[in-house]
T-cell receptor, first 118, second 115 residues
Framework: AQTVTQSQPEMSVQEAETVTLSCTYDTSESDYYLFWYKQPPSRQMILVIR??????QNATENRFSVNFQKAAKSFSLKISDSQLGDAAMYFC???????????????FGQGTILTVHP | DADVTQTPRNRITKTGKRIMLECSQTKGHDRMYWYRQDPGLGLRLIYY???????NKGEISDGYSVSRQAQAKFSLSLESAIPNQTALYFC??????????????FGPGTRLLVL
């Protein structure tokens, strides 16, 4: 079974600074997707960024980027130029691609609460 | 208008009561999911449905049942609610992976308190 681990229950950052959230996962699949979701106090789950395992290039979305290390099964999220609106719970999630035994199902990490200080 | 809606948004019920949480989507997706979120545990999959005739148990299905009334509607029932079912419940939808990279889109959540 796949597992996703976020070892940082809480992180904090000063506004305009950079912060990195860690995520590791365990799987025997060779093809899969990884995601970061953001959950602000409104509790809505918002997709931040997605990475396909077969792509070596790290995904980026504006101020958000990932460091995907497939061999190490590591998938960290870097937030640059942090803003007050980035304060939220962040979840790392894994999904196998077509043909995997858990095809179509997301496995989530425990979450990291990010606080942004003005 | 929201693509994935959940009703009710908040619910308080008593132990032993049967309750239903409803989910509707206008995204036209075939796949729908129910998750629960507990502090320190992230989101865990309760049930999922890849089409109207295909319903599957997830990681924590005991004490829950579902109904897929149509492509756009997927309901979660607690047959006899118990206090440890107090949680935040999310519905999600997705398209098959070859179309949309397994991305799931979430509703706003239902906060359930079982007394």
């Amino acid at each position: 079974a796949q597992t996703v681990t976020q070892s940082q229950p809480e992180m904090s950052v000063q506004e305009a600074e950079t912060v990195t959230l860690s995520c590791t996962y365990d799987t025997s699949e060779s093809d899969y997707y990884l995601f970061w979701y953001k959950q602000p106090p409104s509790r809505q789950m918002i997709l931040v960024i997605r990475q396909e395992a077969y792509k070596q290039q790290n995904a980026t979305e504006n101020r958000f980027s990932v460091n995907f290390q497939k061999a190490a099964k590591s998938f960290s999220l870097k937030i640059s130029d942090s803003q007050l609106g980035d304060a939220a719970m962040y979840f790392c999630a894994y999904a196998p691609s077509a043909g995997g035994t858990s095809y179509g199902k997301l496995t989530f990490g425990q979450g990291t609460i990010l606080t942004v200080h003005p | 208008d929201a693509d994935v809606t959940q009703t009710p948004r908040n619910r308080i019920t008593k132990t032993g009561k049967r309750i239903m949480l409803e989910c509707s989507q206008t995204k036209g997706h075939d796949r729908m999911y129910w998750y629960r979120q507990d502090p320190g545990l992230g989101l865990r999959l309760i049930y999922y449905s890849f089409d109207v005739k295909d319903i599957n148990k997830g990681e924590i299905s005991d004490g829950y049942s579902v109904s897929r009334q149509a492509q756009a509607k997927f309901s979660l029932s607690l047959e006899s609610a118990i206090p440890n079912q107090t949680a935040l419940y999310f519905c999600a939808t997705s398209e098959p992976g070859f179309k949309a990279h397994e991305t799931q889109y979430f509703g706003p959540g239902t906060r359930l308190l079982v007394l």
